[in-house]
């Protein structure tokens, strides 16, 4: 039996990063065709469509459901690839949707339902006429007063359980057309204990026979966020590492940064494990306390990286 498969969801064509903002300013297509051929050379398995605002760029809503069919129609030009759109709005995946030419490309990801959603309903029937794959969000649970976050394993699990029963009976989506993203925190800064709520999460998942055939993923460049340059790529494989332990199989990631798991026994892997056993908190000790105490073994972890 072969080593587990990493899926890659190409994020490049996402205003985060220049080049696409740079190319969604100018409405030049054509740079989107060139990013989306480069992520299918480096071997991505879907790329994403990601023409929203970010700190960087205001985008009206407007702006993006108009050059979204010229985008696509770009895209699917330059490679065969299947996309998946990323957005809350349900107008912007009605619209790529639509202009989409699965009968080139394969079955799309809609990313993504949560239980933030203001118009779900509609989402959900999204995905059943258009036939798509979805990515849930479980680290977002459904509350008396709307939505909360899940701040324990259990509730991402059962927040997890509420979405593909949702899908499977409203959608007929089958096991393995669901993405479930359990949230993943960075760690530079989790004081809360995300990161092994969501690897704890997915543990859950794995384990629980209805969700047999589900995929995880998690958007990996949000792990070494604030984190110093020379060592993010070095935290992001070795999170990797732990997170394909407990089930993992796709990230939303740089294909450029070739992104996969470092050896269990990669001296960062191990420094990692060690600093996320030292977030979980002790008899009588705070959450607060154990993630101040992780923090610091991140922050040591970087400078000693940087020396």
């Not at 998946?84 to 639509?98: I, M, Q, T």
């Not at 490309?105 to 933030?116: D, E, H, R, V």
């Not at 470092?262 to 420094?271: D, F, K, S, T």
Request: glycine share 8%.
């Amino acid at each position: 039996m072969g080593e587990p498969r990493l899926g890659i969801i190409g994020e490049l064509m996402n205003n985060s990063y220049a080049r696409a903002r740079n190319a969604f300013q100018a409405r030049n297509a054509g740079d989107y065709a060139r990013l989306a051929r480069a992520q299918a050379e480096l071997g991505a398995d879907f790329l994403t469509l990601n023409l929203d605002g970010t700190a960087r760029i205001s985008v009206r809503s407007e702006e993006m459901l108009g050059f979204l069919p010229e985008a696509i129609r770009a895209i699917q030009a330059a490679t065969d690839v299947p996309l998946s759109f990323d957005n809350p709005s349900v107008d912007y995946h009605r619209v790529a949707l639509e202009h989409y030419d699965r009968s080139r490309s394969g079955q799309p990801i809609l990313n993504s339902i949560a239980a933030s959603r203001t118009r779900l309903d509609e989402m959900i029937e999204l995905v059943r006429r258009h036939d798509t794959r979805v990515v849930v969000m479980a680290s977002e649970r459904f509350a008396p007063d709307g939505s909360a976050q899940c701040l324990r394993a259990e509730d991402a699990h059962a927040a997890a359980r509420q979405f593909v029963e949702m899908l499977v009976t409203r959608a007929g989506r089958k096991n393995d057309e669901i993405l479930i993203d359990p949230g993943l925190a960075p760690v530079g800064a989790d004081t809360y204990g995300l990161v092994n709520i969501g690897l704890d999460a997915m543990r859950l998942i794995r384990a629980d026979p209805d969700l047999r055939g589900v995929h995880l993923v998690v958007g990996l460049s949000n792990f070494a966020w604030g984190t110093p340059k020379g060592v993010r790529e070095q935290l992001e494989n070795a999170y990797l590492t732990l997170a394909m332990e407990a089930g993992l199989d796709f990230a939303l990631a740089n294909p450029e940064k070739a992104p996969g798991p470092l050896p269990a026994e990669h001296p960062v892997v191990l420094r990692l494990r060690e600093a996320l056993d030292a977030g979980r908190p002790r008899e009588g000790e705070s959450q607060e306390s154990a993630g101040y105490r992780q923090a610091e073994a991140i922050m040591a972890m970087c400078t000693e990286a940087a020396e």
